[in-house]
């Protein structure tokens, strides 16, 4: 009996009931059998050696696909699994779960022996043991009660409790590869040698299934790649990023610091500080040019505030509570229900719209402390929001403004970026007609201006859509900070209007922007993008004088107050050290310009020049000196 298979551009083919996925791909080509590692029927993952039984749409899964790679991966940590019980015993070790993850993959383990970097690289060497075997990798069904009786017998809680929680009508499969055997769904590679590269890369504690109630295991997290070379580039580029640590580098640059009585709430340094001022001043300076007036709302407002906006209902588990005079007022997570409070302050007219109004707001937000991390995940942080009440035929212009403006601003620090267009998620507020009037909007403001985007389907806020701002940084890491969401709903909540031209009362539109997001978690990406060295015009520091002995630190004061006058931040290392040991340290901190005092620039009222990545750059005259620096900070270049 023949079966139809239709294959990615539309053709069709018979064949043999029973043809299995491999087959398939080997009738279309040598080189495409080759490649393939699993297979799609009508969209459903299957191994190479699945048969088919009846008509459908087939898909072959190669290893240069995301879909390839990540089966690649998911069967990798299977051999590390397999690996880990041949070292310590089938009983010895518990498995819990072992999914992939971007770049890589993890695996659970319930095991007494706290494992070492030593015993990750034993685990390797089996690993590659195991590659060589090429033992074959085999799916089988079994019933729920085979399934237990199997984990049973190895006294695996952890698998029994996985089989237990699927559901009733679930199909349960294994995996075997030689000893080994797997709870798992698939697919996975036809057989261990297919593996080529991999690497563990560390251990660290989870809790199982992600409850602290529940045991801590061991999670090893590792890698794997199709070629060798991938592999080395990667691990290059997790040096590259671990050296770039904006963790690592704000203690060393003392720009911020994390203390254990403020969990997840930076202190910003005075180095620190001057980043962030200089942030908001630029942003201060770019939106003064576009009509925006900066406000001030306050931390905490009453209960009702929050109901009224949605927040209560949408987002109360990630607030913070506290009782003034027997009433529950919150920390506010959003700066947007003060800047309505603010429109509703006086009657508005439509000739005084648009009304773009920014404020540069603390906002406290309830984070899991396993979630926190550095800059770029924290409980209180500065949002550089805006708000823009607009009325509907302005809408695609101040749009189109507010992308134009962040385009200009990205370019300062050189970035490119991505944009998305995120639609209704499930917990919206409002009717299906404002949400699809919202959403053409958007759209249609990025059509008419060519721009390209992808539909992140369901990711919108819970009041409008959104365009999201994807950065790339200098290791193409992908970062979300600007956006700009537009809201029918919350304007009605508070019930603002204006008068329009034919006297009567109507609702604003409300658009919400965010250039940085978060300014914190802007600058942890800015130092990691930057490696600590920031361009000048942002450098805490922009010139450090180094005398080279005690003779000449008056000179150097007369300099500090000379370059200080116009406007520069200068630092004197007055320390009793060698030169080489000065500028060593003040390459380290990633100053921009060294000023070297000695004799002759004492003599001739000027200072040696060095440049950071650029060396030896001669003797300049104060003049000279202040002049290039002043217009390397008004360039920010």
């Known amino acids: 009996m023949e079966i139809q298979v239709t294959l990615p551009d539309g053709s069709n083919r018979r064949y043999p009931q029973g043809t299995t996925i491999e087959q398939i791909a080997e009738s279309i080509s040598i080189g495409l059998k080759k490649n393939a590692i699993a297979g799609k029927i009508d969209g459903k993952p299957v191994d190479l050696n ?55 993959f993890y695996y659970d383990i319930d095991i007494e022996k706290p494992l070492t970097p030593d015993d990750l690289a034993a685990i390797e060497k089996e690993m590659a043991n195991i590659v060589q075997e090429n033992l074959p990798i085999m799916r089988r069904e079994v019933s729920r009660e085979e399934a237990v009786r199997i984990f049973e017998e190895l006294e695996d809680p952890l698998k029994l409790e996985l089989i237990r929680d699927l559901p009733e009508d679930a199909v349960i499969s294994i995996y075997d590869q030689g000893e080994f055997f797997d709870l798992c769904r698939g697919p996975h590679l036809p057989s261990t040698g297919r593996i080529k590269a991999f690497k563990l890369l560390n251990v660290s504690g989870a809790y199982w ?96 505030v929050w109901e009224q906006s949605g927040h209560w209902d949408h ?161 193409k890491r992908s970062w979300q900070c600007g956006t700009i969401q537009l809201d029918f709903q919350m304007p009605r909540k508070y019930d603002l209007t204006y008068v329009g031209e034919d006297g009567e009362k109507h609702c604003p539109v409300v658009i919400h922007r965010a250039v940085y997001g978060s300014v914190d978690r802007f600058m942890g990406m800015l130092t990691e993008h930057y490696a600590g060295a920031f361009p000048l015009w942002l450098s805490p520091v922009h010139a450090k004088l180094l005398p080279v002995s005690e003779n000449y630190i008056d000179y150097a004061f007369e300099v500090k107050k000379s370059l200080e006058d116009a406007g520069i931040r200068v630092e004197i290392d007055i320390r009793n050290e060698k030169l080489g040991y000065k500028i060593r340290d003040a390459e380290m901190m990633k100053v921009p310009y060294m000023l070297v005092l000695g004799e002759n620039e004492k003599n001739s009222g000027g200072v040696s020049v060095r440049k950071r990545e650029e060396g030896d750059l001669g003797a300049k005259s104060i003049r000279e000196i202040v002049t290039i620096i002043k217009e390397e900070i008004d360039a920010k270049n």
Not at 71 to 87: E, G, N, P, W
Not at 376 to 396: G, K, M, Y
Not at 398 to 407: F, H, P, Q, V, W
């Open 50 to 104: 699945y048969a088919l039984e009846a008509d459908g749409r087939v898909e072959i899964v190669t290893l240069d696909s995301h879909n390839g790679l990540d089966i690649y991966r998911h069967s990798t940590a299977h051999l590390m699994a397999q690996a880990i019980k041949r070292i310590y015993g089938q009983k010895a070790v518990k498995l819990g779960i072992g999914p992939v993850i971007e770049d890589g």
């Open 209 to 304: 299934r992600g409850d602290s109630n529940n045991k801590m295991l061991q999670r090893i997290y590792g890698t794997a790649f199709p070629k060798q070379a991938q592999l080395e580039e990667h691990l290059h580029f997790l040096e590259e990023a671990k050296k770039r640590d904006h963790r690592k580098l704000g203690k060393q640059l003392e720009l911020f610091m994390f203390s254990e009585e403020a969990p997840g709430m930076p202190f910003f340094l005075p180095k620190g500080m001057t980043i962030r001022t200089e942030l908001e001043n630029f942003a201060r300076e770019m939106q003064g040019k576009r009509g925006y007036d900066e406000v001030r709302t306050p931390l905490m407002m009453n209960r009702r």
């Open 315 to 475: 987002y109360k588990d990630n607030m913070y509570f506290t009782n003034v005079d027997d009433t529950m007022y919150a920390l506010k997570p959003m700066n947007c229900p003060g800047h309505m409070l603010i429109f509703k302050n006086k009657l508005r007219s439509y000739r005084d719209l648009p009304l773009r109004i920014s404020e540069f707001g603390q906002v406290h937000r309830h984070e899991f402390s396993g979630a926190l991390n550095g800059m770029l995940r924290v409980r209180t942080f500065c949002q550089d929001d805006a708000h823009l009440f607009v009325l509907p035929s302005q809408i695609e212009e101040e749009i189109g403004s507010i992308i134009e403006l962040i385009d200009n601003m990205y370019q300062v620090f050189g970035f490119e970026y991505k944009i998305e267009l995120s639609t209704r998620p499930e917990d919206s507020m409002g009717s299906d007609e404002l949400w699809e009037e919202a959403e053409r909007a958007l759209q249609n403001v990025l059509d008419r201006r060519g721009i390209d985007y992808r539909i992140n389907e369901g990711d919108g806020a819970f009041y409008g859509p959104k365009i999201d701002f994807h950065i790339l940084d200098a290791l």
